[in-house]
């Protein structure tokens, strides 16, 4: 009896999901472009419908769960009256996992049979030898054995432990291999469902077809989180006589559940998050102190939550620049990715060509002896030809070689600086000159004189720029009196006490930099070294 009510339950139900299936649409909307903000982005999904005159229900499904509601905007043909929009999750879709997925965990699950019976298998060994081991006595102690039967029971003994060897180390080695391909089936299969969800999220628009559709068009749009970009560059250099090519690129990051499969981006700098209104003044009211009653706040009713605000402004006519166009709007940057890309939902960094820059640089070496013995290679170019100069790390490649990582800085100057690694070509040499430096007492009054000296050796074939920096201390304290007596032709900033010089040498030539200063406190005290 319970059966048969358990049955009709069941061919009910199926009755009623298709009484309220006949109308239903789903539509294969796949995603075709995508807006990435830094910590969102905008999906757009295209969607094809065919359909007699009525009412129905056009069905997207397999959505990310990451979906702000309250941004989802859905556009259709004039044929198409919209009725109306909900969310809702269908529990009973069963992800569809690509072939290659499929094998490997078919493949997991015969290597885990597999090492399962190996591990039996040894277990058995062990029980058997422990089993011969243990009952190992022959004859008694009043018949004794004779030697012919001993030397058999010798040989069975050696045989059998040969085997259970034999079979021992062939289960391992087998065990050992089988654990690596184990392994690297895991880390392919945890690649994979890193980022990918149980997608269970549908938007179920309710339209009216005010005539028979055919490939009709419906655009279904919404903001979801887990996902952002960040640029970073790539500076190459071949030397000092070629213009410097920067390349910006975006690495984007997402986890939506959504992979993007042949989608036009496009980056920008703003941020949906932040909303866009103008704060306002208001009447700063002065009245008497009055005490605050807490409890009367956790009875005031809570307010909703404000719908996010859309961004919305007027392109500038965008600037072509190599794999992205530019456009200046009035308060981001947009890139338009102009390749199609496909980044699959693994929260891996994935890397999107957006421009080459070509800059013509002042290339500079520069020197801080004190600090470090090694010259650097420096590129200044102007800060107003980089591409709204976003901040972010960049790989720097000089004369074909890697030479380290730099940081570009948004900076309202009007050049930017650029380090593109270390010259060891160029050497420097920083020594006290001990002859021209004394320690002498005048009274209460101790003076300390100094005189140092850099050398400069350019090994090059080709003349150098050089910016040599070095310094002279700066007294905290009125008793303590630092002068310089000879500034060696340098530059002097009083505040920070550098020395700054520019040289020009010439190729397998050396200049020499040369400065002295004196200190002068009170003898009785001691003061930091310098």
Known sequence: ???????????????????????????????????????????????????????YNVIFDKLSPYINMNSVEVKADQAITILSVMNRNQYLNKEEKPESIKLMEDSLESLNASLADFKADKETIL?????????KNVGSNQTGVKTDELEDLITLYHKK????????????????????????????LAEYNNGQLQLTNEIVVSIKANRELQNAKMELGYLVSNVGWQPFYDIRVKDTKSPVNIMCKAKITQGTGEDWKNVMLKLTTANPAEGGNKPELQTNWLRFYEPIDYNANLRKP???????QRLKSEQDVAESVGMASVAETAINTEFIVNTPYSIPSDNAPHSVDLNVLSLLAEYIYQAVPRLEKDVFVTARVAANDLVNNLQGEANVYFDGTFTGNTYINSTAEDTLTLSLGIDKRIQVERKKLKEFSSKSFFGNTKTESNTWEVIIRNTRKESIKILLEDQVPVSTDKEIEVKITDAGNASVENESGKLKWIFNVAPEQSQTAKFSFEVKYPKDKKINSY
């Open 302 to 308: 809570m307010s909703a939550a404000p719908q996010m």
């Open 161 to 188: 432990l040969n085997e259970f060897k034999t079979d021992w180390f062939r289960l391992t080695k087998l065990e050992n291999k089988y654990t690596e391909i184990k392994q690297k089936l895991s880390q392919q």
């Open 1 to 55: 009896m319970i059966n048969k009510i358990v049955v009709s339950i069941c061919i009910f139900g199926l009755e009623l999901s298709n009484a309220f299936a006949q109308n239903d649409l789903k539509t294969n909307a796949n995603i075709t472009h995508v807006t990435v903000f830094r910590s969102q982005a905008q999906i757009t999904r295209l969607a094809s419908i065919d359909a007699n005159e009525g009412l």
């Open 127 to 135: 029980f058997q030898k422990e089993l011969m081991l243990a009952n």
